[in-house]
Nanobody, 123 residues
Framework: QVPLVESGGDSVQSGGSLRLACTVS????????MGWFRQVPGKDREGVAG???????NYADSVKGRFTISRDIAKNTLSLQMNSLKPEDTAMYYC?????????????????WGQGTQVTVST
């Protein structure tokens, strides 16, 4: 059973919005530090946003003010609201879970990953 499943990726024009969702199974979305990452071919996977078990959020500088991470404990889902999208936001987006309390948004701190959902932003 895959514990993390992303959805919501799509193709949009620059300036548009998308909302990604990550369905969590096997544990509560509030039990672990949860994060969103993205990756383009040929580059390292980079952290975008994270949320601690008590709800504290942090963001990469490149998305501050445009992206919002949230979770729905009743539905056991993690979301990423992305506004004012830019072509440079084009990437495969992954949700991930970490057993660390408030880790850096670096892949080595995360032990569970989803399969990813593609976001493409055109000019």
């Amino acid at each position: 059973q895959v514990p993390l499943v992303e959805s919501g990726g799509d193709s949009v024009q620059s300036g548009g919005s998308l909302r990604l969702a990550c369905t969590v199974s096997g544990y509560s979305v509030s039990q672990y530090f949860m994060g969103w990452f993205r990756q383009v071919p040929g580059k390292d996977r980079e952290g975008v946003a994270g949320i601690t078990s008590d709800g504290t959020r942090n963001y990469a500088d490149s998305v501050k003010g445009r992206f919002t991470i949230s979770r729905d404990i009743a539905k056991n889902t993690l979301s990423l609201q992305m506004n004012s999208l830019k072509p440079e936001d084009t990437a495969m987006y992954y949700c991930a879970a970490s057993s660390f309390t408030n880790p850096p948004l670096k892949t080595s701190f995360f032990g569970h990953w989803g399969q990813g959902t593609q976001v493409t932003v055109s000019t």
